[in-house]
């Protein structure tokens, strides 16, 4: 982080051009630079589809849209006419004079920071605050951003706030600062209205809140809708005897989860606006949703969670609920999560397959669900990122091409399996030929296999010459690798060790009687 803090502020603007969920990830900080400058204003820049979520913020001044949507891609922000409109709008944001701005965005691609840097720069703003990774050229205080998952994005967030001179403990855990949204009385009024309607009397039985879609962005995250009708069904009135409220928009599949649920839910999609919703929700006893804003919705009301992860990282976007509050559930398939990873974005539409939602089983979420409207802590912690387990000691890789290889000879890879066998996890070995080394470079999901694996072995004469000439060029002080691995000759000596320890060999996959004739 740049050394020296800003000087006392007296207009503020903070950039956040995302959904609703992003979106909220920021009040924290924004309440902590109110806080920290109450004289100053703070103005916020948005989307219009949703600052909804800000309008009733007492600690926000004025809400600035821009429907950054339409710049997205390079040949849609070449239209002349949207460029007109922009260049209107630039010069209405120079001339409200800013001199901080917060910009709360990762620079993940070359375009965006781009785009970013000329709308920072536009402002004439002498303080220009956010996270950079490289390409953060036109910010005057940086924080180094340590790419997605390494922390949760609120206390990212509230560390950029502390950059602007806020004083805030980014090291506490995140729900101790979760998201703002402030309720009007008809907010209430109407939250009331839709779940009581005719009485406004509370009802004497839990009530359950089921969130079917992902926002409009990604629908890899969703969960399949049959699992969330047998799910309403388990935990609904002719089972555990809750109330079934249907959340979101009519785009998330709302009407389609009700037609399954029939008469023992009541459909809300489409029929609230965010302070609305927010209202509903703190009328709930638990929400059961797949990744989204409608999360971070419900942390900001306090109501407690199973939240879906798949395709993208928990460790950035888990609700900011205390742990009594809040269960994550997760396949942990080692692809997973596959959106949003290191520095870039990864596959954020996650793969055909949607593998790590699809493994998600119905007994989880209700185990989790029945945990914590039971007022229990959920059993377990979320798995790990990966299946693949980590070992102490292993060499130091040989990277080619952005891909992980272990010097390990034939004998070496038999000693490890012997220190992975009994200990208790799951680990992933991969043989590695030249072709894996190129489905790596254009498949983001393959890579990220290679990068989790415990052990990634050469399978290949040409990776020996290619980490031979890398060293001999000086571009790498690594080991050479010092033999070909190969998974054809080292499955016979695998189950020649594995007899000689009384070691259990299973054979999984590829057509019937293919494992049999294998054994």
Known sequence: MTSDPPSKPDRILAVKLADVGDLLLITPALRALHHAYPAAKLDVLATPRSAGALQNLSFIDELLLLDKYQFDHLLQSLHPARWGNLIGFARQLRARRYDTVLLFHHLSLRFGALKHGALMLVTGAPRRVGLDNGRGWFLSHRIADPGFGARPELELWLELAAAAGASVDASAPPYHERPAIELTDMDTDRAAELLFPGTGALADRPIVALHPGSGGYSTARRWELEKFVQLGRHLGPEGLGARIIIVGTLADGTEELAAGLGECSVNLGGRTTVPQLA?????????????????????????????????????????????????????????????????????????????????????????????????????????????????????????????????????????????????????????????????????????????????????????????????????????????????????????????????????????????????
């Open 279 to 519: 209202a509903v929700l703190a009328r709930c006893d638990l929400l059961v949703g797949a990744d989204s804003g409608v999360q971070h919705v419900a942390s900001a009301v306090g109501t407690p969670t199973v939240a879906l992860f798949g395709p993208t990282n928990h460790r950035a976007w888990a609700p900011a609920l205390p742990p009594a509050k809040l269960a994550i559930v997760r396949a942990g398939s080692a692809c997973s999560p596959c959106a949003y990873t290191h520095l870039g974005l990864g596959t954020p539409s996650g793969c055909p397959e949607r593998t790590c939602m699809a493994m998600i089983t119905v007994e989880q979420v209700v185990a989790a669900s029945e945990s914590i409207l039971a007022g229990k802590a959920p059993a377990g912690e979320a798995p790990e990122l990966s299946d693949s387990g980590s070992v102490d000691g292993l060499p130091t890789t040989v990277s080619i091409l952005g891909v992980p290889l272990h010097p390990i000879t034939f004998e070496g890879l038999l000693d490890w399996i012997g220190r992975m066998v009994g200990a208790g996890h799951a680990y992933q070995i991969a043989t590695v030929n030249p072709e894996f080394i190129m489905i790596a470079r254009r498949d983001a999901v393959f890579r990220l296999v290679l990068e989790r694996a415990t052990l990634c072995l050469a399978d290949g004469i040409g990776l020996l010459w290619a980490a031979k000439w890398l060293n001999r060029a000086g571009r790498g002080t690594e080991p050479a690798l010092p033999e070909r691995v190969t998974g054809s000759d080292g499955v016979p000596l695998i189950a020649e060790r594995a007899a000689e320890k009384g070691w259990r060999v299973f054979l999984l996959g590829a057509a019937p009687g293919v494992a049999q004739r294998t054994a």
